[in-house]
T-cell receptor
Framework: EDQVTQSPEALRLQEGESSSLNCSYT??????LFWYRQDPGKGPEFLFT???AGEEKEKERLKATLTKKESFLHITAPKPEDSATYLC???????????????FGKGTLLTVNP | NAGVTQTPKFRVLKTGQSMTLLCAQDMNHEYMYWYRQDPGMGLRLIHY???????AKGEVPDGYNVSRLKKQNFLLGLESAAPSQTSVYFC??????????????FGQGTRLTVV
C-alpha cells in the first residue's frame, strides 16, 4: 500500500526565516510526486511535479527536491502570505488501473509571522 | 476559465436524508475524482473515474455512489447520510500524460454537515 508521511505537522516561522518541509513516501514505483498549497476554506492549488530522483523545481521562494525516498519543500525567506497548508501526493506505478490515483499526505501547516 | 466547479458549497443534512454533489469541469479532462478531507486524516479518495461512463472505488467508498454520464460532470451521491459523512468534499480532475496523470485541479470544496 502506498504511504505518504509529511513532517512536521505544523511549523511556525518568523518572516525571513528559511526552513524545509519533508515528505517521505513508500510506493512500489514512483511515477510522480506532487506538491500542493491549500489555503483555509479553499481547494488545493498545484505547485510542482517531480518525476525522478535528483530533480529540482523552483517557484518564487519555494524549491522542491526529490530523492528515492523523500521530497523536500524548501522555503527561502518566507513572507506571511506563504502561510498555508502544504500537501504532498504521490502517483505510483501500480497494476490494476491505479496509475491514475494520487495518495496524499496529511499536510504541513505553515505559519509565517511578520 | 471556471476550471472545476462544485455545487453546492455548503449543505446541512439530517441523518438518513439523501443528496447529490455535482462537479463540473470545463478543461476536457478524462479523469475525475472525489475526495473527502477530515481534520488529521488528510485527503482520502472516495471514488474516481477514468472516462465517461466509468467509475471505480477509491480508499473510502462505503456509503457513497457516483456517476459519470457526461465527460464534464461527476456526481457524488449519499443515499442515506450519516454523521460520519460530515466532512469537506473536494472534486478534482486531471488528464493523461504518458501512462500516468498530470497534476490534478481541484474545486473549492463542499462543506457537508450531517446532524
Amino acid at each position: 500500500e502506498d504511504q505518504v508521511t509529511q513532517s512536521p505537522e505544523a511549523l511556525r516561522l518568523q518572516e525571513g526565516e528559511s526552513s524545509s518541509l519533508n515528505c517521505s513516501y513508500t510506493v512500489s514505483g514512483l511515477r510522480g510526486l506532487f506538491w500542493y498549497r491549500q489555503d483555509p476554506g479553499k481547494g488545493p492549488e498545484f505547485l510542482f511535479t517531480l518525476y525522478s530522483a535528483g530533480e529540482e523545481k523552483e517557484k518564487e521562494r519555494l524549491k522542491a527536491t526529490l530523492t528515492k525516498k523523500e521530497s523536500f519543500l524548501h522555503i527561502t525567506a518566507p513572507k506571511p502570505e506563504d502561510s498555508a497548508t502544504y500537501l504532498c501526493a504521490v502517483q505510483a506505478i501500480n497494476s490494476g488501473g491505479s496509475n491514475y490515483k494520487l495518495t496524499f499526505g496529511k499536510g504541513t501547516l505553515l505559519t509565517v509571522n511578520p | 476559465n471556471a476550471g472545476v466547479t462544485q455545487t453546492p458549497k455548503f449543505r446541512v443534512l439530517k441523518t438518513g436524508q439523501s443528496m447529490t454533489l455535482l462537479c463540473a469541469q470545463d478543461m476536457n479532462h478524462e479523469y475525475m475524482y472525489w475526495y473527502r478531507q477530515d481534520p488529521g486524516m488528510g485527503l482520502r479518495l472516495i471514488h474516481y473515474s477514468v472516462g465517461e461512463g466509468t467509475t471505480a472505488k477509491g480508499e473510502v467508498p462505503d456509503g457513497y455512489n457516483v456517476s459519470r454520464l457526461k465527460k464534464q460532470n461527476f456526481l457524488l451521491g449519499l443515499e442515506s447520510a450519516a454523521p460520519s459523512q460530515t466532512s469537506v468534499y473536494f472534486c478534482a480532475s486531471s488528464y493523461s500524460m504518458g501512462t500516468g496523470i498530470a497534476e490534478a485541479f481541484f474545486g473549492q470544496g463542499t462543506r457537508l454537515t450531517v446532524v
